[in-house]
């Protein structure tokens, strides 16, 4: 056989495989996407309290190359059940369930279910002060008046918007928060990858007190056989997605992102965590940034590991170590069949709260003069992840260092020391510790353009409305 041939059969037999795995691929694409759809209806009908139909038409509307198929998709609704139904062509059906209270729904893969029964919820006084009361804070300024106004409107029928809260908090208390109908002050809205920053959050405190270590290889039975690269996969790796696991990219929110093998993972698979865990590496650990959900969904198993095993064990640590600490009172946390918590995407929380969580970190890690996060947890958690072009900490996003994504948000208004916990389709919990701010931004918006979420306005118009210039510079 000459060269000639060898080189022409290996080629081809590259191009068939990758292919074959193409095809195989695009045979995922019906069941991602009415997995996606009906985990979004049944979270927000039965957690959110949302209409089904409105969250169908601004799900639809806000994911590129959706509308091509959304005439196709046909969902069913049993609300005596609590449940959802999906269909795309009358293919590729999934069904999602309400699970219980704290704990929202789950795609039923018609196979054994985990059973997660929860504790009663100990109401126990909040470490950080509440002082917004029960009653929606009115804008405190004309100028506040105006931002919200901005956050509101839709300049661009097109790309609507479709904001669903704002919660504004200078120096710790609320000047200024808004609704749309049918959302109010106690409603849970889903946070969508602002998740990863609460699992960063969780892993912090199981730092401090010892129960997990940053920079030594993790606990995954899967890797632990002599010689497997993964064996070198860190808790660091995880949080920066440095860890190399081939599982494609969650970066966008679109109908061509169906085609990563990371979504099945999260609409095909019932055990989300076994699955990650057996990728391959795509590259050696630490050696290149890769965004995708499956970092999360190991972290959260490591998360669940150290807090006793379970889903309830995990729920309970993460109420008592944190969210009642933070007097954030409406949080849900869903969980796979198997009962791995869905900790890239999948927890929802009023508006206040994913607030409360924000003040967490602009107050370095303190509640109430308590130490919640590691000292120093907070400056890791914005130091810049090496070729992160998004720029990206450890959990959260940051205007740090000099990649692609901070230079640009610096560029239109964003302070150098902002970071922010981010969920596709226009979530954002953005911290100022510069400005003494926290702004919390909720909606179903489409993630291209950059700016059409009007995020970018929001902030300009907020540190203008309330920084050194502004009528609530020092307000206490």
């Given at each position: 056989m000459t060269r000639r041939n060898l080189i022409l059969i290996l080629a081809a037999t590259t191009a068939l495989s990758a292919l074959a795995l193409s095809v195989a691929r695009a045979r995922d694409v019906p069941k991602?996407?009415?997995?996606?759809?009906?985990?979004?209806?049944?979270?927000?009908?039965?957690?959110?309290?949302?209409?089904?139909?409105?969250?169908?038409?601004?799900?639809?509307?806000?994911?590129?190359?959706?509308?091509?198929?959304?005439?196709?998709l046909d969902y069913r609704l049993d609300r005596a059940r609590k449940g959802v139904t999906v269909t795309l062509f009358g293919l590729g059906r999934s069904r999602a369930v309400y699970?219980?209270?704290?704990?929202?729904?789950?795609?039923?893969?018609?196979?054994?279910?985990?059973?997660?029964?929860?504790?009663?919820?100990?109401?126990?006084?909040?470490?950080?002060?509440?002082?917004a009361g029960r009653a929606v804070v009115e804008p405190q300024t004309p100028q506040l008046a105006l931002a919200l106004d901005r956050a509101f409107a839709e300049p661009d029928k097109s790309t609507p918007r479709n904001t669903h809260a704002v919660v504004i908090l200078k120096n710790g208390r609320v000047v200024a928060e808004r609704y749309a109908e049918g959302i109010g002050i106690d409603t849970p809205l889903l946070g969508f990858s602002a998740t990863k920053s609460v699992m960063s959050a969780l892993a912090g405190i199981l730092v401090r007190k010892r129960a997990l270590k940053l920079h030594e290889p993790v606990s995954i039975a899967a890797w632990q056989q002599p010689g497997d690269?993964?064996?070198?996969?860190?808790?660091?790796?995880?949080?920066?997605?440095?860890?190399?696991?081939?599982?494609?990219?969650?970066?966008?929110?679109?109908?061509?992102?169906?085609?990563?093998?990371?979504?099945?993972?999260?609409?095909?698979?019932?055990?989300?965590?076994?699955?990650?865990?057996s990728m391959p590496l795509e590259s050696a650990p630490g050696a290149a940034w890769n965004y995708h959900d499956g970092n999360t969904v190991i972290l959260a198993h490591l998360i669940r590991q150290a807090t006793g095993g379970s889903a309830a064990g995990m729920m309970s640590f993460a109420r008592q170590e944190l969210f009642e600490p933070l007097g954030m009172r409406d949080v849900t946390l869903e969980f796979d069949a198997s009962g791995n918590a869905e900790g890239s995407s999948q927890m929802l929380a009023s508006a206040r709260d994913w607030a409360r969580f924000g003040q967490l970190y602009l107050d370095d890690g303190m509640a109430g003069g308590k130490r919640i996060l590691p000292e120093g947890w907070v400056k890791y958690t914005a130091t810049p992840t090496p070729n992160a072009w998004v720029g990206q900490g450890a959990g959260f996003w940051t205007n740090l260092g000099d990649s692609f994504g901070a230079t640009y948000?610096?560029?239109?208004?964003?302070?150098?020391?902002?970071?922010?916990?981010?969920?596709?389709?226009?979530?954002?919990?953005?911290?100022?510790?510069?400005?003494?701010?926290?702004?919390v931004r909720l909606g179903r918006s489409p993630n291209w353009p950059p700016e059409g979420d009007g995020v970018f306005e929001l902030v300009r118009d907020l540190i203008a409305a309330t920084g050194s210039k502004g009528k609530l510079a020092g307000a206490n």
């Open positions: 991602v996407a009415t997995g996606f759809v009906a985990s979004v209806l049944c979270t927000e009908t039965f957690v959110s309290g949302l209409d089904p139909a409105r969250v169908f038409a601004e799900t639809t509307s806000a994911m590129p190359g959706a509308g091509l198929i959304a005439w196709a699970r219980g209270e704290g704990l929202g729904c789950y795609l039923d893969h018609d196979g054994a279910v985990a059973e997660i029964v929860l504790p009663p919820s100990e109401a126990k006084p909040a470490l950080l002060s509440d002082t690269p993964r064996r070198a996969i860190t808790l660091d790796h995880l949080l920066r997605h440095t860890a190399g696991l081939k599982l494609g990219s969650s970066l966008q929110a679109s109908l061509a992102s169906a085609l990563e093998p990371v979504n099945r993972m999260k609409f095909m698979e019932p055990d989300m965590a076994a699955y990650a865990a948000r610096s560029e239109r208004g964003w302070p150098r020391d902002a970071i922010f916990a981010k969920g596709t389709l226009g979530q954002y919990v953005i911290i100022v510790p510069s400005e003494q701010l926290v702004i």
